[in-house]
């Protein structure tokens, strides 16, 4: 997938497997992840943004429709996944700071094994 700058930022793009939930979103250059190790992004094995990226930075260009939600807990993150190939592109929190979570493995330009990576213990800190 192609870039283009945007001032400071970048606009990337990313698609779940069967393309049917594409997205795009403007931020700082991508050089760091958070990887979680509670109960569902470590099933995932998430490779994520390390900050939320704000709405008005977030559109999805398609298959809005084709996506189902998950929620567990105290319901507070919209695990969003394609209904037709399972993946989960992002979530959004139902409070503050809003804003949206990337499944960076659906960012095609990334190269996510170039990633700085920061652990966060979900398990024992959410
Ligand atoms: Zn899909």
Request: net charge negative; hydrophobic share 35%.
């Amino acid at each position: 997938m192609s870039i283009k700058t945007l001032d400071s930022t970048i606009e990337y793009f990313g698609q779940c497997h069967c393309q049917a939930v594409q997205f795009s979103f403007n931020s700082e250059l991508i050089n760091s992840a958070l990887q979680c190790n509670c109960s569902i992004c470590r099933r995932k094995n998430l490779i994520m943004s390390l900050t939320r990226i704000a709405s008005e930075h977030f559109t999805i260009l398609a298959g809005k429709d084709n996506l189902a939600l998950y929620l567990w807990g105290d319901h507070d993150v919209n695990h969003y996944f394609c209904k037709t190939c399972g993946v989960s592109p992002f979530s959004d929190i139902n409070c503050e700071p809003f804003g949206y979570r990337i499944n960076l493995g659906c960012v095609d330009s990334l190269d996510l094994t170039q990633l700085s990576i920061t652990h966060f213990d979900g398990r024992n800190e959410l």
